[in-house]
């Protein structure tokens, strides 16, 4: 079976305050894939990253990066110099056709 | 452009009507899905479109009636709803899956469908 798990139910920090999303996952397949998703107060889900399970290496995109650990089964996620825009709710999520997603993790940056 | 497109927006009805949904994308992307999203929970999987033809049904009540017309549209047909059903409807879409490569969803920006 698969399995996602975001621990944090919600995490509230000040602006400017890094931030790290956790998600650990379970899957038996050899070869899968993860994703992180955003989805704002509008609704809209959107697509952050992919990853492979091939490809270890951690990905940095402005203020955000991704830490890929197999040995762990995790993938977390890590907002730099948070800013009030990044409050929304995160969901990381494991498989393809069929999304296996966690609860997601609402995050709240305060001014 | 990555953009897939979901109307209306809003939407009320009660349970003796019957009504649509409509998700539309110009990506080129040959799966399309169907998504109920309930607050504060994640998005659950109803309906898979892989080249217009259904591939995966969640179990979903036949009051849900999907329906993909061609590669870039995909309804959903709604008939005596209950209640229950309220909720945000997400479409998303992706590139067809293989075995080997699972390609992200893009998804529209739901429809709140409320049922009274």
């Known amino acids: 079976a698969q399995k996602v798990t975001q621990a944090q139910t919600e ?7 890094d931030v790290t999303l956790d998600c650990v996952y379970e899957t038996r397949d050899t070869t899968y894939y993860l994703f992180w998703y955003k989805q704002p ?3 809209e889900l959107v697509f952050l990253i992919r990853r492979n399970s091939f490809d270890e290496q951690n990905e940095i995109s402005g203020r955000y990066s991704w830490n890929f ?3 762990t089964s995790s993938f977390n996620f890590t907002i730099t110099a948070s800013q009030v825009v990044d409050s929304a709710v995160y969901f990381c999520a494991l498989g393809a056709q069929k999304l296996v997603f966690g609860q997601g993790t609402r995050l709240t940056i305060n001014p | 452009d990555t953009e897939v497109t979901q109307t209306p927006k809003h939407l009320v009805m009660g349970m003796t009507n019957k009504k649509s949904l409509k998700c539309e994308q110009h990506m080129g992307h040959r799966a399309m899905y169907w998504y109920k999203q309930k607050a504060k929970k994640p998005p659950e999987l109803m309906f898979v479109y892989s080249y217009e033809k259904l591939s995966i049904n969640e179990s979903v009540p036949s009051r849900f009636s999907p329906e993909c017309p061609n590669s870039s549209l ?4 709604l008939h005596a709803l209950q209640p229950e059903d309220s909720a945000l409807y997400l479409c998303a879409s992706s590139q067809a899956s293989d075995r080997r490569i699972r390609y992200e969803q893009y998804f529209g920006p739901g429809t709140r469908l409320t049922v009274t």
């Open chain 1, 11 to 17: 995490i509230s920090v000040v602006e400017k305050e």
């Open chain 1, 41 to 43: 107060p509008s609704g």
């Open chain 1, 69 to 71: 650990q197999k040995s």
């Open chain 2, 74 to 77: 995909l309804n959903l047909h």
